[in-house]
């Protein structure tokens, strides 16, 4: 099996950006917003299989949402550009 590869401006990449620039402590998004958004539901899948994004449950309630996890955050800080010093 080939190891999953984060590419710049996938669907993958856009997914996990759009986790990744939402607060910590509000940070998640149902499958069904997901889906709305992206219409791929295989990417989301990948995305988990890679281990850069799980799903959590609620406090309360039935149902869950996507998060990223420290890989996946790790793996879309990666495909930033590094922060260029002008002094």
């Known amino acids: 099996m080939t190891p ?5 401006q996938s669907v993958h990449h856009e997914i996990l950006e759009r986790l990744c620039a939402m607060a910590k402590p509000v ?20 995305l988990a299989q890679a ?3 799980r799903e959590r449950g609620w406090a309360h309630g039935p149902g869950g949402i996507w998060v990223p996890t420290k890989a996946g955050e790790a793996a879309l800080a990666a495909l930033r550009p590094p922060v260029q010093d002008v002094g």
């Open 51 to 53: 281990g850069l994004i």
């Open 27 to 46: 940070r998640g998004i149902a499958e069904a917003m997901l889906n709305r958004s992206f219409n791929n539901p295989r990417a989301i899948q990948e």
């Open 4 to 8: 999953f590869v984060l590419q710049p």
